[in-house]
Antibody, heavy 122, light 107 residues
């Protein structure tokens, strides 16, 4: 069974950094694009970033470009989201999700993790 | 960016009713559209992918249609367990974008 598990969330002061992790099981991890999506409390869903299955391509939402970096370690079936210069508006539940089709430029997300909560507050 | 305009933002219907949600894309996204259901405190779950394909294990009362810029999602025979928020999402182009959500309640 495919499973994605996020970790690394917590409370952090504005301007500080945090690194989230997304660990996968039940799939050939290196074959899939992985996304990060966030949701502020009581709000809708916002796509944050994606990384290609081989790590060769990354895309970011304008709201996080230059502050967040997505990376992956396919030897350990894990994706990271390094979040720097955090702002109050980055407060949200962060989900990772996998692409539906492997080794393909397919951005369709099918399986999501349960999320990890990031709170940016002084 | 592709804007996804979803309507209505909320609806209330009786058990057994047919409900329909629409999603309008600001540009042609072919059939690259998902419909999600989200329950409070849970991650979104895909119900429909490629605009009209039912995800494995999802009840057949859920359906989707459309292509290009206009899409619909329907529940034929609303059940109490269908209460939640539904989102459309395009994955044709970057940045991926979501509709604003439709909160579905039982009357």
């Amino acid at each position: 069974q495919v499973r994605l598990v996020e970790s690394g969330g917590g409370v952090v002061q504005p301007g500080r950094s945090l690194r989230l992790s997304c660990a996968a099981s039940g799939i050939t991890f290196r074959s899939y694009i992985i996304h990060w999506v966030r949701q502020a409390a009581g709000k809708g869903l916002e796509w944050v970033a994606l990384i290609w299955y081989d790590g060769s391509i990354e895309y970011y939402a304008d709201s996080v470009k230059g502050r967040f970096t997505i990376s992956r370690d396919n030897s350990k079936d894990i994706v990271f989201l390094q979040m720097n210069s955090l702002r109050a508006e980055d407060t949200a539940v962060y989900y990772c999700a996998k692409s539906r089709i492997g080794e393909n430029a397919d951005y369709d997300m099918d399986v999501w993790g349960q999320g990890t909560t990031v709170t940016v507050s002084s | 960016d592709t804007q996804m305009t979803q309507s209505p933002s909320s609806l209330s219907a009786s058990v057994g009713d047919r409900v329909t949600i629409t999603c309008q894309a600001s540009r042609n996204i072919r059939n690259c559209l998902n419909w999600y259901q989200q329950k409070p405190g849970k991650a979104p779950e895909v119900l429909i992918y490629d605009a009209s394909n039912l995800e494995t294990g999802v009840p057949s009362r859920f359906s989707g249609g459309g292509s290009g810029t206009h899409f619909t999602f329907s529940i034929s025979g609303l059940q109490p367990e269908d209460v939640g928020t539904y989102y459309c999402q395009q994955y044709d182009n970057i940045p991926l974008t979501f509709g604003g959500g439709t909160q579905v309640e039982i009357k």
